[in-house]
């Protein structure tokens, strides 16, 4: 089908599916890549093996179920609904898991969790708890117009949102010998880049924060709550803990008021919205270790959108990324965040101050 055969028919399929609207929060996800892509990118093959953190695979029995349930700690610094051995918890418009389990037995689950829901791995990391999702493409936001009812599959290719998403999860372990599970997403969104409208390009749009909330509804029923239960233990929250930047001994820091717990979580939480590498953590240090790629460099995003964004890069050799350490301390009741480079020292260089500011916008 030639050009303008192709654009006068999504042309009428638009007037035709005008007044469509979807019903309620529907998803329907389909990964921009084909089949299990589950490569590791080239930075990564060289991480230490830590077993600080390391998941390795195993399977839920009842049996597990219930010693779970029966050895769920009581109590929490923050709101919470409890299901059985599976709990929400949140801090403004951020939500997490805390399920009383070992990580060991959740990481399968959790990962075929994402599979089922259509998307393919493009990081399998269980040394560090992480795994993301590839790029995908939320189907269900088309309108289910007459033609696309009609001719189906057939010339699906020729309808897209014009956006595409991400989600990052992270497991961390806890004292009790239970495990939190955290669900971040990354946008991005097709624009023109011309007055005549002849050509696109993408560029990131705002994480989402209700679709990090469905997804964590899912993964609750997932690990065997009900559809009805997972659907109450979300509401409305009380805003977050104010947050600034502000200058420490001549270095630009970030002030949170809030204790180290809460603190630790939402840093984390940004770290994984705004794309940064998280390499390593530890949390009895208050530190992250991650890599950054600034703005400008020819440093590529790896899978789909790194072949088709000028955004991440172009043919040229690629620039290293920068290492550095996202050291949380208490301060009082408040925490403050600093950036240090990879050998430890405080750093204030452009990179540095611009990674406070990434932070302070999305924790605001």
């Known amino acids: 089908m030639n050009t303008a055969a192709r654009i006068g028919l999504l042309g009428l399929a638009l007037a035709m599916s005008a007044c469509s609207v979807l019903e309620g929060e529907k998803i329907d996800y389909k990964s921009a890549s084909k089949g299990q892509s589950l490569e590791v990118p080239p930075d990564l093959k060289q991480l230490s093996r830590d077993n600080r953190y390391a998941v390795p695979g195993g399977v839920v029995s009842a049996n597990a179920l219930e010693a779970g349930k029966a050895a769920q700690a009581p109590g929490s610094d923050a709101a919470t609904n409890r299901l059985g051995d599976v709990r929400i918890e949140r801090n403004g418009d951020q939500r997490w ?3 009383q389990r070992p990580a060991d037995q959740l990481w ?7 599979l089922e829901n259509g998307f393919t791995l493009a990081l399998d990391q269980n040394n560090l708890g992480i795994m993301e999702t590839d790029w995908a493409e939320n189907r269900a ?34 004292a009790d010998g239970g495990t939190e599970i955290y669900v971040s997403h990354r946008g991005m969104i097709e624009v023109f880049n011309s007055a005549n409208k002849d050509s696109t390009v ?7 924060p209700e679709l990090e909330i469905e997804f964590l509804r899912r993964m609750m029923v997932r690990l065997g709550a009900s559809a009805e239960q997972a659907r109450a233990a979300t509401a409305t929250a009380p805003a977050p803990a104010g947050v600034r930047v502000a200058s420490q001994d001549g270095v630009a820091v970030l002030q949170i008021d809030e204790g180290f717990e809460r603190a630790w979580r939402r840093v984390g939480l940004a770290l994984d919205r705004t794309g940064f590498t998280v390499e390593d953590r530890d949390r009895s240090q208050g ?19 790194g072949k088709v964004m000028g955004i991440f890069g172009s043919s040229k050799a690629a620039t290293p990324p920068l290492q550095y350490r996202i050291v949380l301390r208490s301060a009082g009741n408040a925490s403050v965040v600093s950036v240090q480079n990879a050998s430890g020292a405080p750093d204030n260089s452009e990179n540095a101050q611009r990674i406070v500011r990434v932070l302070a916008d999305d924790l605001k």
Not at 157 to 165: A, I, K, M, Q
Not at 291 to 300: E, H, N, W
């Open 97 to 99: 898991l805390v399920v």
């Open 287 to 305: 530190v992250y270790f991650v890599r950054y790629v600034a703005p400008g460099t020819d440093q590529k995003e790896p899978g789909f959108f």
């Open 141 to 174: 936001k088309i309108p289910q117009d007459l033609i696309r009812s009609t001719l189906g599959k057939v010339f699906d290719s020729l309808y897209s949102t014009g956006e595409r998403d991400k989600f990052r999860t992270r497991l961390e372990r806890r």
């Open 108 to 114: 399968d689950p959790v990962r075929d969790f994402w």
């Open 202 to 208: 993408w560029q990131p749009r705002a994480a989402d």
